[in-house]
């Protein structure tokens, strides 16, 4: 399939601390990206995205960097809290086509 | 206003026999895509339906059908149910704005196929 991976990465943060998860995307043509958060039980809900015309946007507490010449998309979280533990998903859209999710990344805050 | 809604949220079959997943879109989405999430892996794309038409459709054996009702509403039916079928089952809805843009999930159907 697309989304490989049987074990999640796992991002360990300290309360307050920034929260850096990266994610390589496999498709030079794909022009939209969208972070998703997962919580257990639930499905992805969608924190922020970004165009492929775009090397970065800014959101609430939520930062995407894209970086195309290496195919690299980062989600940076400041002051990351106890409510931000999720799995995050990196998803891209080749040019209109379907959401092709990453592998994902296991984020755990400690208080 | 309501999210997408499905129906039901747990489920057990067994090998062979068939399912019907339900999904209801959030309120001025006319597009509703559906995904598989095996446990501890990303939503796997199985196919998306907009004016009661699969326009798109990832790789998965025809045993995956869906349809999509004139209220938006959509089902996905699953054939011949194999174990390895068990998967939570989400289903995302999207406003004319872009087929995949800003993608509202579900809470999915957590299928178990013993």
């Known amino acids: 399939g697309e989304s490989v991976g049987l074990h999640l990465p796992t991002l360990s943060v300290q309360e307050g601390d920034n929260s850096i998860i990266n994610c390589a995307y496999s498709?030079?043509?794909?022009?939209?990206f969208i972070w998703y958060k997962q919580e257990s039980g639930k499905g992805p809900q969608f924190i922020i995205d970004i165009r492929s015309n775009m090397d970065k946007r800014q959101g609430q507490r939520v930062t995407v960097l894209l970086n195309k010449t290496v195919k690299h998309l980062s989600l940076q979280i400041a002051a990351t809290q106890p409510g931000d533990s999720a799995v995050y998903f990196c998803?891209?859209?080749?040019?209109?086509?379907?959401?092709?999710f990453g592998q994902g990344t296991e984020l755990s805050v400690k208080p | 206003d309501a999210g997408v809604t499905q129906s039901p949220t747990h489920l057990i079959k067994t090998r062979g026999q068939q399912v019907t997943l339900r999904c209801s879109p959030k309120?001025?989405?006319?597009?509703v895509s559906w995904y598989q999430q095996a446990l501890g892996q990303g939503p796997q794309f199985i196919f998306q339906?907009?004016?009661?038409?699969?326009?798109q459709r990832g790789n998965f054996p025809d045993r995956f059908s869906g349809h999509q009702f004139p209220n938006y509403s959509s089902e996905l039916n699953v054939n011949a149910l194999l174990l390895g079928d068990s998967a939570l089952y989400l289903c995302?809805?999207?406003?004319?704005?872009?087929?995949?843009?800003?993608?509202?999930f579900g809470s999915g159907t957590q299928l178990s196929v013993l």
């Open positions: 339906y907009y004016e009661e038409e699969e326009r």
């Open positions: 995302a809805s999207s406003g004319k704005a872009g087929w995949n843009e800003k993608l509202f």
């Open positions: 309120s001025g989405h006319d597009t």
């Open positions: 498709n030079s043509a794909s022009d939209y």
């Open positions: 998803a891209e859209t080749p040019s209109g086509g379907k959401l092709i």
